[in-house]
């Protein structure tokens, strides 16, 4: 029976942090004057503008300035997060690829990709990585702004006539509740900032603490 398998991206599939860090330490520099990082804030699951949003509150930017500046963060973000990622060789987190490479063994299984980050900066990503190929969808924050948005859209055009069991896979409590809100079996992997407990919290039926090839497969060959 096929299935449809939705993947998040950053910290699921490839630890992309380094890159974000740099990049928004740099723009916040650049536009607003000031020193920060992308870690100080639990940006698990996030869209850019939320992000820059909480990044803004903690460094006590004046919220009008940060949403007439919103646009202009993310023009200079993608730039040199791209720029980053263009130099350097993305590699897959363990089991990623494996993984892929089973469930599209299958020709009828649909995969997915549901990223809070922009398509630009999801497929160079992907492709660094070696990954684009393996999918047959991707969304994005030019689709959604949140993630809830970004995977119902994904389920609405891959699986509209429900015939399909659904999986969502990811390393972020946003990636479990937008499982539990098409009804999908939800799959959390703490490979983020996200605790196995925060994962279960928000629905998730499995966790693990990387992808784990074998135990997956089962779960979602079995269902």
Known sequence: MAKLVIFDMDQTLLDLVPFHDKAYSRVFKEIFGIKTTFNKIDHSGKSYPVITRML?????????????????????????????????KVEPLSGAKELLEKLSSNKENILAVASASPGETVKLSLKNAGLLHFFREIKTADDAEVKKGIVQIVKKEMNKDNKMK?????????????????????IGITTGSHSEKELKEHGANFVF?????????KIIDGE
């Open 209 to 217: 603490t990387k992808i784990d090839v074998e135990k997956m497969l």
């Open 166 to 186: 659904t999986f969502i896979i990811g390393d972020a409590v946003e990636d479990m509740d937008s499982g539990k809100n098409i009804n999908a079996t939800t």
């Open 56 to 88: 803004g509150e903690i460094e006590q930017v004046d919220k009008k300035k940060i949403e007439e500046k919103i646009p202009e963060v993310l023009i200079l973000f993608q730039k040199y997060f791209n720029e980053a990622v263009s130099k350097m």
